[in-house]
């Protein structure tokens, strides 16, 4: 097997796991030390991953801070480091991202737990050229009984950089569940990293059958195997690379146990982010099925990517008004995506798909990769399949989907948070050679209202009164999502007293009532006569 690494250097893993807290509204997690000795038994192992590992268990925040500053400390460039963190993961109000530890306070996020800018800022100052962070934790809604998580944050953008791959437990809007027994208190992987094991220690993540398993293919393998086992997060996958990473070896498979230890990327860049397939599919048929090498000298691999692949997911945000929020309503869009071609039925052949024809590509012969210097890179005439349409449609050219726009209808919940997530099965992308359709995301972003602040279901704003109202007291007309309103001022209300509307606030998303709206009133502090007139300064 050939040496693809940028250069000779370490294979190095850190594994942060916190499933006790101090805080009692941090709710107690029992994967995290599963994950932790799961992870290091395949990781360590010299046939499969042969990583130096190094694990920090239910440590303070300024200990497990220290230790990643350590471990990217002093690398060559032909390092590979891989990082896995199992934790909860929660949002401050800003909306940045912070790994809480075992004495994260909820109020002092800054000083109490690892912010992902603190792990960003170690990440790029590390000259290893390629990084892999594994993060098993969620960032969106209230802990759930078995989840792990809060809030919403954009991962790519806090954690992205060259040289880096990043895959997340679940999107922005789903949660890290452990195990399948939620309500048992007997420790088990969690389900995300339960299948980064699995996936290692049985061989079965080499999607290709090279004796190699990629960042990319196991992170296909782990997205399937939670799809068939209907756990309800989905996993997700950043990657900014020149190359392909190659975390371990299939066991067994290899000749010896030196090669693997040289192995560290494979330079696939075109296979960095490929839709989840979906299932295994049987190879193709080809006229040589001997297994024979071909004129590269290598074992020809069948068959290397599925034809029918599943479609990506699509996010579109959609702009609202505080009243849409706050009432909930209903928005046609106008999409364009790749949809499935209508002359071939997805198929990407003029003729039926038990009719389809396939070849072995004769610029590959059937590897689905290509020499280029040193490197393989993916075949373009056959987009990595290894065989090529014999009837291609003409519509698609092969593909089975062509671009084109369509008209949507989503209703928008009463009291959706900033930032949430509407889901649409099945209308992202079309899937390539007639694979599922991946699903729409329609995220909700408010548009600033010139008048109010929403918190939570509350709504807050600040009126400006004359000193002689705040002194005799009257009615004033104040603005509301629902039309003007009259308040009664009190006689001798001093400046900054809030006075509450009940129910003007955003709609409950339980459907039990809706917040308050809280005017807080400021008064002038003097008054002069100018022409006759009372002009109001203000506080």
């Known amino acids: 097997m050939t040496d693809l690494s940028p250069g000779p250097g370490l294979r ?38 042969n990583f130096r590992t190094d694990q920090v268990k239910d440590a303070q925040a300024h200990e497990v801070m220290q230790a990643v500053e350590r471990f ?62 594994l993060l098993d934790c969620c960032y969106s809604g209230a802990f759930l009984p078995g989840a792990k998580g809060d809030d919403v944050v ?32 007997v420790p088990q992987p969690s389900r ?16 290709n059958g090279d004796g190699r398993i990629t960042v990319t293919e196991l992170y296909e393998y782990v997205y399937e195997s939670l799809h068939r086992a209907g756990v309800r997060q989905r ?41 989840p397939a979906v299932g295994k599919a049987s190879p193709v048929p080809l006229a040589d099925d001997s297994g024979s090498s071909g004129s590269s000298g290598r074992p020809r691999v069948k068959n290397p990517r599925l034809r029918h692949r599943r479609g990506q997911d699509v996010v579109i945000p959609l702009e ?13 869009l106008r999409v364009e995506t790749m949809t499935r071609c209508s002359a071939c039925s997805g198929n990407g052949a003029t003729l039926d798909q038990a009719e389809q024809i396939e070849q072995e590509c004769t610029v590959c012969r059937g590897n689905g990769e290509v020499a280029f210097g040193k490197y393989l890179r993916q075949c373009k005439e056959c987009n990595g399949h290894g065989t090529v349409l014999v009837i291609q449609c003409p519509s698609c050219a092969g593909e089975g989907r062509v671009r084109s726009q369509r008209s949507l209808t989503v209703r928008i919940p009463a009291g959706i948070e900033q ?8 209308e992202g992308e079309a899937g390539y050679g007639g694979g599922p359709q991946g699903d729409l995301f329609v995220e909700v972003r408010q548009r600033p209202h010139p008048m109010f602040k929403r918190h939570g279901d509350d709504l807050h704003c600040t009126v400006r009164i004359p000193r002689t109202l705040a002194k005799t007291g ?66």
């Open 320 to 332: 609202l008004d505080l009243a849409e929020i706050a009432r909930g309503t209903s928005k046609d």
């Open 12 to 49: 190095d893993a850190l594994l942060i796991a916190t499933g006790t807290y101090d805080d009692s509204g941090l709710k107690g997690l029992r994967s995290p030390d599963q994950d932790c000795a799961g992870l290091v038994e395949v990781l360590a192992d010299p046939l499969i991953g």
């Open 235 to 275: 996993p997700r996958m950043w990657a900014d690379l020149d190359y392909q990473i190659t975390l371990a070896k299939t066991a067994g498979l290899c000749p010896s146990t030196e090669e693997g230890r040289a192995l560290s990327v494979d330079p696939r860049p075109s296979a960095l982010m490929p839709s």
């Open 419 to 426: 930032g949430s997530k509407i889901k649409l099965a099945r």
């Open 154 to 185: 954009q991962v790519q953008d806090e954690l992205g950089g060259h040289g880096r791959v990043v895959l997340t437990a679940t999107s922005r809007t789903e949660y890290a569940w452990e195990g399948e027994r939620l309500e048992s208190q």
């Open 474 to 539: 009257g009615v004033l007309p104040v603005e509301t999502l629902d039309g003007v309103k009259s308040i009664r001022i009190p006689g001798g209300i001093r400046s900054g007293r809030v006075i509450r509307l009940p129910d003007r606030g955003v709609r409950n998303r339980s459907g039990s009532g809706s917040g308050d709206l809280l005017v807080r009133v400021k008064v002038a502090r003097w008054s002069f006569h100018e022409g006759g007139t009372v002009a109001e300064g203000q506080p």
């Open 72 to 133: 990217f400390r002093n690398r060559s460039r032909g390092d590979l480091l891989l990082l896995h963190v199992s934790c909860h993961g929660i949002k401050d109000d800003d909306g940045y991202l912070h790994f809480a530890m075992r004495d994260t306070d909820r109020s002092l996020l800054a000083s109490t737990a690892m912010s992902a800018a603190f792990l960003r800022e170690r990440m790029e100052r590390c000259r290893a050229r390629s990084i892999v962070v």
């Open 192 to 207: 995300f990293t339960g299948s980064l094991i699995e996936g290692l220690r049985t061989g079965a993540a080499d999607g």
